[in-house]
Nanobody
């Protein structure tokens, strides 16, 4: 399993932007697909985006399509989530997770597909 650490969360106004980072360490940190998830208070954890390895395929939840961009830089073992035009409903703790596989799952919400998780970073969108 990999060790993952997220960063880049914070407080931002509606319409603003944030870039989250997920740094992986361990054996073959660039091997697996990486997903971003989020969980708001009282809600289930939901899949936000996923990127395959190599970074040929990406997938997004409908709620973030056109606003979020997932990317990876293998030189620094990091996956990014660029979040633009943020909305209040985007507020949540954001987690990155590594799969055992190179491809993203058919269902972004399938948390069981991922076996390594970071501790999360808080994103708050508020005026």
């Amino acid at each position: 399993q990999l060790q993952l650490v997220e960063s880049g969360g914070g407080l931002v106004q509606p319409g603003g932007s944030l870039r989250l980072s997920c740094v992986a360490s361990g054996i073959n940190p660039n091997y697996p697909a990486i997903g971003w998830f989020r969980q708001a208070p009282g809600k289930e954890r939901e899949g936000v985006a996923c990127i395959s390895s190599p970074a040929i395929h990406t997938d997004y939840a409908d709620s973030v399509k056109g606003r979020f961009i997932i990317s990876r830089d293998t030189a620094v073992d990091t996956v990014y989530l660029q979040m633009n035009n943020l909305k209040v409903d985007d507020s949540a703790v954001y987690y990155c997770a590594a799969s055992k596989y190179r491809l993203c799952p058919n269902d972004l919400n399938f948390t069981g597909y991922f076996n390594s998780w970071g501790p999360g970073t808080q994103v708050t969108v508020s005026s």
